[in-house]
Nanobody
Framework: QVQLQESGGGSVQARGSLRLSCLAS?????????MGWLRQAPGKEREAVAAIWLSDLDTYYADSVKGRFTISHDSAKNTLYLQMDSLKSEDTGRYYC???????????????????????WGRGTQVTVSS
């Protein structure tokens, strides 16, 4: 059973930084998977903000975080990271680690949002940015 455990959330002032981590347990067939980060703000739908293709480490970002967030993966530690800089109040939300296979006709960000037996989501970590 794949388990994704997030950590590193917290409260920070605007323009500050946080680094989220996600430890992936029992996740051995990683080569042809995307891993990434989703977030959900109160009253809003869950959105994908960053993804990484584990075969070649290509990265993908939502326009709202491009230039401010950096996703990375340490295969030796089986850990995914999200470095968040220049945080804004609108970045507030619960952040979820996710893993999903590539799906025809979908971007990496879109693939992470498909809820089926091949997609895995963690329980999330809260990020609060105060202005």
């Amino acid at each position: 059973q794949v388990q994704l455990q997030e950590s590193g959330g917290g409260s920070v002032q605007a323009r500050g930084s946080l680094r989220l981590s996600c430890l992936a347990s029992e996740f051995t067939t990683t080569r042809y998977y995307y891993m990434g980060w989703l977030r959900q703000a109160p009253g809003k739908e869950r959105e994908a903000v960053a993804a990484i293709w584990l075969s070649d480490l290509d990265t993908y970002y939502a326009d709202s975080v491009k230039g401010r967030f950096t996703i990375s993966h340490d295969s030796a530690k089986n850990t995914l990271y999200l470095q968040m800089d220049s945080l804004k109040s609108e970045d507030t939300g619960r952040y979820y680690c996710a893993a999903a296979p590539a799906r025809e006709g979908m971007s990496g960000l879109q693939s992470l949002l498909v809820r089926d037996a091949r997609t895995f989501w963690g329980r999330g970590t809260q990020v609060t940015v105060s202005s």
